[in-house]
């Protein structure tokens, strides 16, 4: 019987190590055949990348997943080129005329990747793949996000904006004994980002959340949009793993569900109680309640109003308030632009004029510290992402290379926008850039995408952000607060030769790691002389 016994543990233990040769056997011919097929069969076999890349997409999605898609993009365009793979059937391109090329084509079209940004089950217009769809859903919207329309919401934009900002800090000043005050921006321009957009897309103000303080208020923010944004990426895993990991924070999605649902319910009510079309608010949530299908005159249903909102309240607040953030936080470490931006606003429009600035006035008067703006979203992109389309037949052929249809084709804009090849001293923050005579370099700059499917809020985020800065700038003096030392124009990052920007956070989008330490800067009245 022991006999016996033995000879069936032997005989198991060979039964165990056969299935794991086996095994081992059969994982080493998948790798064989996706390297030999990748080197040898592919149809994108003749374009440069890494080869893990070519036979993985776990290459790139492992960097989605940890909010460093865009620096890995700049990493494979400035060791490969302006066109490399960076996964089994894609490609990445680096040269802004390529981009451009590719957004603006018809045969480059949306693919199931956006189906990860439908945030709540229903398709708002980033999600939706379907051009047809894409397009109605922008004519609906367009005329909303117009010059004429986004003019009469300017007043509020003002009101929750720059006067809500000079407000604050002019208590400040009046409080304090010898003429200054140390604040935190990033905690000022998140605040007052959210309230514009809170304002504008669910007709309330932030105090509606019952929030106790400016920080409380500050961190909701951050949390719902991280939140939102990770909702999106664990729909790259199975299922169950999906709902497993997004339970512990639903309760936050619920919070901003209830707050957008009530939202459009007391907008419906108070047109009930106007019943006048003339007294109808000037703002995004009325817009969604009103725009409707040339066609066949149907309007959006309250779970699509809901869906627009979040995404409203994602693309509107976090990447204004950063790229403000950015902004300043490069004039402090650039006196010389610092110095140059002053004397523009001041000399266009002198401290002691109206306490308002319009979009108007400031984009005619301003076109430095439109350039600073500019040079700050190249710089520092607030967006940690590459924007992907979908090759459809016959195909498209970039840098001599025929991609056929099916191939993922990754705009990789941060790699443009710090791509040698194209910007001389890329590190380097110079607004002076863009200001050359017959320069275009604003068109190759991508932070609002480009061509059909451009960002609809462009020109919205750009009456923010630019009466915000002229306001700032002619009113106030900014210098770094007595002995910070963290950052400026002396603390050079020996890996660029400039001055070292603040350490940053770059979980999808590009945000300051610490904001309490290294956001803050000594104001007081603006000098005359």
């Known amino acids: 019987m022991a006999a016996h016994a033995g000879d069936a543990r032997v005989l198991g233990a060979m039964c165990d190590a056969g299935v794991l040769w086996a095994a081992l056997g059969a994982?080493?011919?998948?790798?064989?055949?996706r390297v030999i097929y990748a080197l040898y069969f592919s149809p994108l076999r003749h374009i440069p990348g890494p080869l893990l890349a070519r036979t993985t997409r776990t290459y790139l999605e492992a960097a989605a997943v940890c909010g460093r898609l865009a620096e890995h993009g700049r990493q494979i365009g400035e060791r490969y080129g302006d066109i490399a793979v960076c996964q089994p059937n894609s490609v990445c391109i680096t040269d802004p005329a390529d981009i451009r090329k590719v957004l603006s084509?018809?045969?480059?079209?949306?693919?199931?990747?956006?189906?990860?940004?439908?945030?709540?089950?229903?398709d708002n217009m980033i999600s939706m793949t379907h051009s047809e769809s894409v397009s109605k859903r922008r004519r609906m919207l367009g005329p909303f996000f117009s010059t004429s329309y986004v003019g009469k919401m300017e007043p509020l934009i003002a009101q929750y904006g720059s006067k809500a900002i000079v407000q604050r800090w002019d208590a400040l000043l009046a409080q304090s004994a010898d003429g200054s005050a140390t604040v935190n921006y990033g905690l000022t321009f998140g605040l007052c980002t959210f309230n514009i957009i809170s304002r504008l897309v669910y007709g309330q103000e932030v105090a509606a959340l019952d929030l106790t303080?400016?920080?409380?208020?500050?961190?909701?923010i951050h949390r719902s949009n991280t939140y939102l944004s990770l909702r999106a990426l664990l729909q790259l895993f199975p299922r169950p793993v999906f709902h497993a990991a997004k339970w512990p924070f639903d309760h936050m999605y619920h919070q901003i569900a209830d707050y957008i649902y009530g939202s459009i319910d007391a907008r419906r009510r108070l047109l009930a109680a106007l019943g006048v079309d003339d007294q109808r608010p000037a703002d995004l949530l009325q817009a969604l309640l009103d725009c409707e299908d040339a066609g066949s005159r149907v309007r959006l249903s309250s779970e699509e109003i809901?869906?627009?909102?979040?995404?409203?309240?994602?693309?509107?607040?976090?990447?204004?308030?950063?790229?403000?953030?950015?902004?300043?936080?490069?004039?402090?470490?650039?006196p010389e632009c610092y110095r140059r931006a002053v004397r523009e606003v001041r000399g266009a429009l002198p401290p002691g004029g109206s306490a308002e600035i319009t979009y108007a006035a400031a984009r005619g008067a301003l076109?430095?510290?439109?350039a600073c703006i500019q040079e700050s979203m190249r710089l520092v992109p607030v967006a940690s992402v590459m924007i992907p389309r979908t090759v459809?037949?016959?195909?498209?052929?970039?840098?001599?290379?025929?991609?056929?249809p099916g191939t993922t084709v990754f705009a990789n804009m941060y790699g443009s926008h710090m791509s040698p090849r194209y910007w001389a001293d890329p590190r380097r923050f110079d607004p002076a850039r863009f200001l050359e005579p017959g320069s275009r370099r604003a068109h190759c700059v991508f932070t609002f995408g480009y061509g059909s499917r451009i960002c609809l809020g462009k020109h919205m985020a750009w009456t923010n952000m630019l009466t915000i800065m002229a306001t700032l700038l002619r009113r106030y003096d900014f210098a770094l607060p007595a002995g910070y030392s963290r950052t400026g124009p002396a603390v050079i990052d020996p890996a660029t030769g400039y001055p070292k920007i603040m350490p940053m956070s770059q979980f999808?989008?590009?945000?300051?790691?610490?904001?309490?330490?290294?956001?803050?800067?000594?104001?007081?009245?603006?000098?005359t002389g």
Not at 109 to 121: E, H, I, M
Not at 392 to 404: D, W
Not at 510 to 527: G, H, L
């Open 508 to 527: 999808l989008s590009r945000k300051p790691a610490d904001q309490d330490a290294d956001c803050r800067v000594t104001i007081s009245r603006a000098s």
């Open 27 to 33: 994982v080493a011919a998948l790798v064989s055949y």
């Open 306 to 334: 809901h869906a627009e909102s979040l995404l409203l309240m994602i693309g509107g607040v976090d990447p204004t308030a950063f790229t403000l953030i950015w902004t300043v936080h490069l004039l402090m470490l650039y």
């Open 213 to 220: 303080s400016d920080s409380e208020s500050l961190r909701w």
């Open 105 to 122: 084509s018809p045969l480059c079209v949306k693919g199931d990747y956006y189906a990860l940004l439908r945030f709540t089950g229903v």
């Open 367 to 370: 076109p430095y510290l439109e």
């Open 392 to 404: 459809l037949a016959p195909g498209l052929t970039l840098r001599g290379h025929h991609l056929p």
